[in-house]
């Protein structure tokens, strides 16, 4: 089968994956003995931000190929991981509020670096769409995209690694060198949830891609009949 | 709010999330239909005077 025709069959599985996630996350995983049943938001909140790093690591690494090997495409397909990268780092910032409200009594702190880190990660790339939207269409928009993405990705290590070496109260490290600080149970679960939202970023991200080219080929179109 | 109903929320933000860009990608279907359905006109419309 080829990889055009794997979208319908990509979708349901990452259905049915989630739906068994979701089982597994908030009905098989034993509750955590310090936090409680407020630790569940875990399996979906870890798996979500590191969805999103991934995200934008593509989009870099899609707009690297475009300025070292060239391509309209690639300023597409990097456009359209930048944008799955906003949505999943939303969702990161939300659920990650959430848990820290339900465990620690606040919403946010700005005391932490590596909610602040990820907060700036975040908001670089919300600038992204601001740089995109504000140059003319053509190679020049591209570049500059494309360039913009490229710095964007030095932050990813450092949001990622802030969580390690901060020792601040808020936020828990789970995966330390000694391995994932939990049981065999617990972890099996969030293998699946982080399989189920890394398929389901890369299922919206094939969908909004087959979107944004049938626009862009319909554009065409229209200005070769008018 | 209880931590259960924390967890409910979080969990029930994601799946809004998800909804939310269903319904966007739904509409925007539905445009690109409409616009294909207007260059199918068009074309036709040029091979009848054509």
Partial sequence: MSSRNNLPVLAFATTALLGIAVVLALLVAPEDVDQGVSQRIFYFHVPIALTAYLCFGLGAWKALRLLSVGGERRDLESYTWIHQGTIFGALTLITGSIWAKASWGVWWSWGSNQLVLFLVLFLFYCAYFMLRFSVDEGARRERICAVYALFGVALIPVSFFAIRLASDFIHPTVFTREGPQMTGTMFGSFLVCWTGITLLAYVMYRIELVGKRTDANLRELREALS | ?50
Wanted: no cysteine; proline share 0%; hydrophobic share 55%.
């Fill in chain 2, 1 to 50: 709010m209880s931590q259960g109903q924390y967890v409910a929320l979080a969990y029930g933000v994601v799946f809004v999330f998800v909804l939310l860009w269903v319904a966007i990608i739904a509409a925007k279907l539905a445009r690109l239909e409409r616009e294909t359905d207007e260059l199918a006109n068009l074309a036709r419309e040029r091979s009848v005077d054509g």
